[in-house]
């Protein structure tokens, strides 16, 4: 569209000067006109650099919305420095080191201008420029939307950023504007950046979304206040605070997050009223450093998608929820480190998988008026230096209430537990605590469990209809002395006859790193009896022969073999020494496996297993298998809980750590799984005789595992190493598989087998007893594309496995 002319008119005070114009350009036009006229520009493409320095109003004509185009070759598109208005026009620019439109000074009013562009912004404010901008749509792939800066303001109202390759809107250097009722999508940045200090935002009615970045980001001693806003699908974080960043959020909604909602650091403050926070896939709420605060208020945070904790609590860092309501989470409130506190008052936390509040570290907590329910743990005070108070609470339809361990020491008052399913107020592992006036109804386990060596303090406590018992203590009892090692008990009652010491047959118990089962848990479902599954008997188990003959049966592995026997032989002869009355030599029965994959690893542990079962070891002899994935958490403390988990499962069989070499990787760092060989060396001691771990990988990594984890490899007895497959052996792998499926092969294939496995490259994708299986699978197919051809066939041809079925080698 070519360059079109301009309208002036000039609207003096006199009505003789009333006059219109009509000029070439706008540059003229604009020369031209006095404060107060009226420029309206004729539809086309005008190539020019325009600077409006007087109070005109620059418009496009009416009922043709985007009929005119400011394009210059470079340079800024449009500047504004006096208080002008400016409607309908079309800017576009193209320097990459220039905005498109700049206000510099005055307050102009900007209306139904879009923007298209790539430049370094949009739309750039500076100085004492405080424009109002209305309708206006930004889409600048290559920079930021609208930039605010040097002490600018300015009110933007229902404008639109659909792109920017930066933040969709930038606010620092002291700057402070104003959003309205507008919408910033397609960022490749943050959708709204606030920072420097005296640089402060306020948003109303906003949507963000579609962001790369974080959807909000307050950093630097900058400031914002958001109202009625929405940020979601975001790709980093919904909100980030940094380094003395203040957010205030109220009645705003951030959800669909793929990481943290909210992540607060270095002495950031949040405060958030009326707000919803869902479907995340970390934290809820991620707080961390001393003097980073968050005050929350009437808000719920529910329905994450990960297995993170909604509110994460750390580094010294404090966190208030008042009036909150948490739920459908795997974890409601994680609190760890000296100096982090929580407090929740008259809060809802429900529908939790795993622990409604965890303290750890040396952190504090103090809940009241609360309300838990349907979690598996409802808090858990988890080691030394760990404590804060539960005050009138109530804890419903749990796995356990409250948990005391590892010197953790709690005051717990007016707190009710109803409904646990083991236990409303378990410590062991010298827990402490004081439980004051605290109430359990309707366990169908224990009311109180308290173990050996616990110093914790029940006075005036209650409990009433637990089916195995009100109060539980270890060998010796309570008592009312103080100075003693064990519970002090006083003014406590139950509907039973009195208190009860523990009395064979003894209950399961947990000693200092144990959970019972479901601690860590999900939460239970109701637990109804099958009548026929109750009485029909159990499969008997295979002796020790039947599975040493499937053993045997297996291909090759003739050393791995003998070392199992031997094995065997020394646990059966010391057994039956002890029958005899005789002292019986301790075999440790934990084993280290190298070798490369497919050499029948897994397959032996299974089979180690039921032999242990066999020989009255080990009490089920089922094999759990892991690797790093299933151990190592992201966050801290969820590496403990997740090797606590798979041990438990593990219990009365054997727990097989594939490639564990992996928890120890030589550019280790800060890496979390020392804490998972740390917990698994800790379980294997307190619980020698409940799991037997096997440890498995490459030889090279394995002898590297060993020699950098000395604590690991005393706990072994041996290593068993299972070497690569020969050719033979692969061609009598899959004579097997040719049996076990009623194939057969033909004459020549057998010889071409072993020729096929002795070319094979034995490089690191072998997969020896894998790759045997695969070459038989290969050979099916192919006998199947070869025979499916045929338009009659024999038994033969359904069954032989010829030659040229044999993959090509790679």
Request: hydrophobic residues 35%.
């Amino acid at each position: 569209m070519a360059q079109g002319t301009v309208q002036v008119t000039h609207t003096g005070t006199s009505r003789w000067r009333r006059r219109t114009g009509e000029y070439a350009s706008l540059t003229a036009a604009l020369e031209a006109a006095a404060d107060g006229d009226v420029l309206t520009v004729a539809p086309g493409t005008y190539r020019e650099n325009l600077v409006i320095a007087r109070a005109v109003t620059l418009r496009g004509p009416e009922g043709s919305v985007g009929s005119v185009r400011i394009a210059p070759v470079d340079g800024v598109p449009l500047t504004l420095r006096a208080s002008a208005v400016v409607q309908d026009l079309h800017v576009e620019g193209q320097d990459s080191a220039a905005p498109a439109l700049l206000v510099e000074e005055g307050a102009p009013d900007l209306a139904d201008l879009r923007i298209v562009t790539r430049s370094a912004a949009g739309i750039e404010v500076r100085g004492a420029a405080r424009p109002t901008v209305r309708r206006c749509t930004v889409d600048n792939p290559a920079g930021v939307g609208i930039a605010v800066l040097d002490g600018a303001g300015g009110v933007f109202e229902e404008c639109e950023i659909v792109s920017a390759g930066q933040s969709g809107v930038s606010v620092r250097d002291g700057a402070h504007p104003r959003l309205e009722r507008c919408r910033v999508h397609h960022a490749s940045g943050a959708g709204l950046s606030v920072t420097g200090e005296g640089s402060g935002l306020e948003a109303v009615g906003c949507e963000i979304y579609e962001i790369k970045g974080s959807g909000i980001q307050v950093s630097a001693r900058a400031a914002a206040h958001l109202t009625e806003c929405t940020v979601h699908r975001t790709s980093a974080d919904g909100v980030t605070l940094d380094t003395d960043a203040v957010l205030t959020l109220a009645d705003c909604d951030i959800h669909d997050i793929p990481e943290n909602a909210v992540d607060l650091r270095s002495r950031s403050v949040l405060t958030l009223t009326r707000s919803t926070v869902r479907r995340f896939g970390r934290n809820g709420l991620s707080v961390w450093d001393p003097g980073t605060r968050v005050d929350a208020n009437q808000c719920e945070i529910h329905d994450s998608t990960g297995d993170y904790p909604a509110v994460w609590v750390s580094d010294g860092a404090t966190v208030i929820l008042d009036s909150c309501r948490v739920h459908d989470v795997p974890d409601a409130l994680f609190v760890l480190d000296r100096g982090s506190r929580a407090d929740v008052v008259d809060s809802d936390l429900t529908q939790v998988r795993n622990t409604a509040v965890s303290v750890s570290d040396g952190a504090t907590a103090q809940l009241d008026d609360c309300r838990i329910r349907e979690a598996s743990t409802g808090a858990w005070f988890r080691d030394h230096g760990s404590g804060g108070t539960l005050n009138n609470c109530t804890i419903d339809a749990v796995q356990t209430g409250v948990i005391v361990t590892k010197g953790a020491d709690p005051t717990i008052e007016r707190c009710t537990v109803t409904s646990p399913a083991e236990a409303g107020f378990y410590v062991s592992a010298e827990g402490r605590g004081t439980f004051h006036s605290c109430r359990v109804t309707g366990s169908e386990g224990y009311g109180f469990h308290v173990m050996d060596g616990c110093r914790t303090t029940l006075t005036r406590c209650r409990t009433e209809r637990c089916a195995r018992g009100g109060y539980e203590f270890a060998e010796g009892g309570a008592h009312g002395d103080a100075s003693a090692t064990g519970p002090v008990v006083e003014d406590c009652t139950s509907d039973e006859s009195g208190l009860r010491s523990a009395t064979p047959p003894p209950p399961p118990v947990l000693t200092a790193t144990q959970s019972a089962p479901g601690l860590l848990g999900a939460v239970p479902a109701p637990r109804a009896v099958d009548p026929v599954a109750a009485e029909a008997p159990a499969e008997p188990a295979r002796t020790s022969a039947a599975v040493l003959g499937e053993l045997d049966a297996l291909v090759g592995l003739d050393s791995v073999k003998r070392e199992v026997r031997a094995l065997t032989d020394m646990i059966e002869v010391g057994r039956r020494r002890q029958l005899a009355g005789l002292k019986a030599a301790s075999v440790r029965r934990h084993l280290v496996f190298t070798g490369s994959p497919g050499t029948g690893k897994t397959t032996v542990a299974r089979l180690y297993g039921e032999i242990l079962a066999s020989l009255g070891v080990l009490e089920r002899g089922h094999l759990v298998e892991v690797s790093r994935v299933d151990l190592v958490g992201e966050h801290i403390g969820s590496t403990a809980i997740r090797t606590q988990e798979a041990f438990e499962r593990a219990r009365g069989g054997v727990l097989f750590v594939d490639e564990a070499y992996a928890l120890s990787p030589e550019d280790s760092g800060r890496d979390f799984g020392r804490e998972a060989i740390d917990t698994l060396v800790k379980l294997m001691e307190d619980h020698r005789d409940a799991v037997v771990v096997i440890v498995a990988g490459y030889t090279h990594e394995m002898e590297r595992f060993l020699t950098v984890n000395p604590g690991v490899a005393s706990r072994f007895s041996r290593t068993i190493r299972f070497s690569d497959y020969e050719p033979g052996e692969l061609l009598r792998i899959v004579e097997q598989q040719t049996e076990e499926h009623e194939y057969s092969l033909a004459a020549g294939t057998g010889e071409a087998l072993l020729k096929y496995f002795t070319e094979l490259p034995k490089g690191p994708a072998f997969g020896n007893g894998r790759t045997a299986r695969q070459t038989f699978e290969s050979m099916v197919e192919r006998h199947a594309g070869r025979v499916a051809q045929l338009a009659e066939t024999s038994t033969d041809d359904l069954t032989l496995l010829f030659p040229e079925d044999l993959p090509e080698l790679p």
